[in-house]
């Protein structure tokens, strides 16, 4: 089993709806949570910290569960500019091991 | 503004040139990373560094080095490049444990 695992997608959606995504991870003490959005041959950017209870803004929000190993990233309202790969990051003792999930496409469509 | 920058932003090398990258950031961060990025693979850490004087190996170290005289800088090294280092590379750093890592605009280098 991977570390972390992403959906690779692609999703494609229509402008406004919402979508969803999962981010399963393999190791129970992992402390840390990201959701980095990356587009195409550009750099990672952080679009969110995925906190304990939950954390939402405007029309991001994240969700960590601790027990079923999961994180998960839901867009309400998709804008054509949402397109981008989505990146899970999980951190272990620090920064001893980072590690990224392969990424979900998201595509929306007009 | 606060930044981090990576030069050169694309390589062409030959099988068994010493290649440096560079990597600069101005935000002060103690903390500083090297990835690459392949097809497949996502973004997989090859060293990194907590301090001056400090580095650490990574998931994929064999073959690069590194080395932090400064705070600002993180240049990583291919000893002797070979085809299988041809890949996007990312620097980043960040405030500290547990906090977000900037990224830098990215290298791209092909070995041939």
């Known amino acids: 089993r ?35 959005r990356q587009d195409c041959r550009k750099e990672p950017k952080l679009l969110m910290s995925v906190y304990s209870s939950g954390n939402e803004d405007g029309r991001f929000t994240a969700q960590l569960n601790r027990a079923s190993q999961y994180i998960s990233l839901l867009i309400r309202d998709s804008k054509l500019s949402d397109s981008a790969t989505y990146l ?4 272990l003792e620090g920064y001893q091991k980072v590690t990224f999930g392969t990424g979900t496409k998201l595509q929306v469509i007009p | 503004d606060a930044e981090i920058t990576q030069s050169p932003r694309h390589k062409i090398t030959e099988t068994g040139r010493q290649v440096t990258l560079a990597c600069h950031q101005t935000w002060n961060h103690n903390n500083m990373f090297w990835y690459r990025q392949d097809l497949g693979h996502g973004l997989r850490l090859i060293h990194y560094s907590y301090g001056v004087q400090d580095t650490n190996k990574g998931e994929v170290s064999d073959g690069y ?22 890949s996007v590379y990312f620097c980043a750093s960040s405030a500290g444990d547990g906090y977000e890592q900037y990224f830098g605009p990215g290298t791209r280098l092909t070995v041939t």
């Open chain 2, 65 to 86: 080095s590194v080395s932090r005289s400064n705070t600002e800088d993180l240049p990583l090294t291919l000893e002797s490049a070979a085809s299988s280092q041809t």
């Open chain 1, 88 to 91: 899970c990051v999980v951190t």
């Open chain 1, 2 to 36: 991977k570390e972390v695992e992403q959906d690779p997608g692609p999703f494609n959606v229509p402008e406004g709806a919402t979508v969803a995504f999962n981010c399963t991870y393999s190791n129970s003490a992992s402390q840390s949570f990201f959701w980095y």
